[in-house]
């Protein structure tokens, strides 16, 4: 790589900071109270410089999605909420792991503990109600590699009370079929077993009563899910898109510059 094109790198790079700081500052009102921009900048672009994916995407999108996640008060390095390139543009997603943050921050009955399991062959799962009283009994078999039949997430309120979410693989493969934008995406194929365990999460989250400390944050919330309840069976390319014209220098080399700027 040129000294050039890695000068111009940088300077693209350098102008998306400034872009996204200049961003934060015009919206500061609808970000959360604890919320520190200059270390939420400098995160993003760590992620930025290690998805080489993302580079491909057009600025002013880029900054859209992570925006999202300044609503939220999630950090992309932490992995708490992460963007996809998809179809013609891009998706910002929370993880499980931003979405026990939020239940915990935001909602309005005090939560204890969050937690969401995938259960394989061989493991216990049960349901009861005794006396009215609802509850579950997990047993999982020590290390068990078996296929996934189901997952289940529980909610603890500090004031003794419980809420949990059961769905069998079949209810999640459904949802996943139906719904999600990314169906045959790398998350389900890679990591189905975090999939999974988001599913059901999100569905519990639906459950908890939240309040958010702006419009903005839970529109944020609101389009962060992979699913998307108008599409049904719809065939969506996941394959990133090249928002950068292609340059021949006159030594052969080729160099990619940001369309449009």
């Known amino acids: 790589m040129s000294e050039l094109v890695v ?3 940088n300077e693209i790079k350098a102008k998306l900071s400034d872009s996204l ?3 934060l500052v015009s919206i500061e009102a609808a970000l959360p109270k604890d919320f520190n921009k200059t270390r939420f900048v400098q995160n993003a672009i760590a992620v930025l410089n290690d998805k080489p994916e993302l580079a491909k995407i057009n600025q002013q999108m880029l900054i859209q999605g ?3 996640g300044a609503y939220l008060g999630l950090d992309f390095l932490a992995d708490e909420c992460y963007l996809i390139p998809y179809g013609q543009s891009i998706e910002f997603q929370t993880s499980y792991r931003g979405e026990i943050k939020i239940a915990k921050k935001y909602s309005i009955r005090p939560v204890l503990d969050i937690y ?3 259960v394989r062959e061989g493991d216990i799962f049960e349901e009861k109600i005794i006396d009215g009283e609802q509850s579950i009994n997990f047993s999982p078999l020590p290390f068990n590699g078996g296929d996934i039949i189901g997952a289940f997430a529980v909610v603890t309120y500090k004031d003794g009370g419980m809420q949990y979410e059961a769905m069998s693989v079949s209810d999640i493969n459904a949802v996943r079929s139906n719904y999600s934008k990314m169906a045959n995406g790398k998350a389900w194929k890679n990591s189905f077993d975090q999939m999974c365990i988001k599913t059901v999460l999100r ?3 639906k459950y908890i009563e939240i309040d958010f400390e702006s419009v903005e944050a839970r529109l ?3 389009e962060s899910s992979d699913l998307d309840k108008n599409r049904v069976n719809k065939p969506v390319s996941d394959a990133v898109v ?3 014209d292609t340059v021949v220098e006159e030594d052969g080399s080729i160099t990619e510059v940001p369309a449009n700027e």
Do not use: G, I, T
Request: hydrophobic fraction near 50%; charge should be positive; aromatic fraction near 10%.
């Open 21 to 23: 700081m200049d961003k």
């Open 203 to 205: 569905r519990l989250c």
């Open 7 to 9: 000068q111009e790198k």
């Open 242 to 244: 090249n928002v950068f």
């Open 66 to 68: 992570l925006v999202k």
């Open 116 to 118: 969401a399991k995938v």
């Open 220 to 222: 944020a919330w609101d």
